[in-house]
């Protein structure tokens, strides 16, 4: 158990549908990072948070979005579902909100499936 | 931009045989690098890191990787493979802007060990 978790780990949904993915950091940890996972484009960085606050975005489609609420864990919404945003999401964790020492700690995932 | 390049998607070894795992990187200023290891229907958990103290960097497991800063290099490598070690592989690289952080990642490179 990395410490970060995930829920849920899988989710099935159909086209056009909306979806919440929920993440809760590592105990100590205030920056969150979401990616992508898929076969065709591999791990794809997302968004990151910092306590609360947006600090960076990466290939984060528009249909997307993410939040970072007062007790740190982070849901990232994705809306107007396609075939392809079926993925894998991880969610990762950091002490601060930089990777400069320590990298991350990852969540096992959630996966999406859109059908 | 930063940015890393696996070389190889796929690399079979036998048990007991060298792993080497190639990862080349692009960055205008000191990379700060990252191998990570993957196993089936898991996150991705930390193998090493390079953070520009020592140039040779050991990590869990037996692996260690070198930096190379005349070759770009950040090659990851293991004595003796063992069946245990089957598993995709990422390199990645820090990317630091104004707002916050992100690591970037390879493709990936899956290892297979036969016996």
């Known amino acids: 158990d990395s410490g970060v978790t995930q829920t849920p780990k899988h989710l099935i949904t159909a086209t056009g549908q909306r979806v919440t993915l929920r993440c809760s950091p590592r105990?100590?940890?205030?920056?969150v990072y979401w990616y992508q996972q898929s076969l065709d484009q591999g791990l794809q960085f997302l968004i990151q948070y910092y306590n609360g606050e947006e600090r960076a975005k990466g290939n984060i489609l528009e249909r997307f979005s993410a939040q970072q609420f007062p007790d740190l864990h982070s849901e990232l919404n994705l809306s107007s579902l396609e075939l392809g945003d079926s993925a894998l999401y991880f969610c990762?964790?950091?002490?601060?909100?930089?990777?400069?020492?320590?990298?991350?700690?990852f969540g096992s995932g959630t996966r999406l499936t859109v059908v | 931009a930063q940015s890393v390049t696996q070389l190889g998607s796929h690399v079979s070894v036998s048990e007991g045989a060298l792993v080497l795992l190639r990862c080349n990187y692009s960055s205008s200023v000191p990379p700060y690098l990252f191998w990570y290891v993957q196993y089936p229907n898991q996150g991705l958990q930390l193998l090493l890191k390079?953070?520009?103290?020592?140039?040779l960097v050991k990590g869990i497991n037996g692996f260690e990787a070198e930096f190379k800063k005349s070759e770009t290099s950040f090659h990851l490598t293991k004595p003796s493979a063992h069946m245990s070690d089957a598993a995709e592989y990422f390199c990645?690289?820090?990317?630091?802007?104004?707002?916050?952080?992100?690591?970037?990642f390879g493709k990936g490179t899956t290892l297979s060990v036969s016996s």
């Open positions: 390079y953070t520009s103290a020592a140039t």
């Open positions: 105990s100590g940890d205030l920056s």
């Open positions: 990645a690289v820090s990317v630091f802007n104004q707002a916050g952080t992100a690591l970037i």
């Open positions: 990762a964790s950091s002490v601060d909100g930089t990777t400069r020492n320590y990298g991350y700690t």
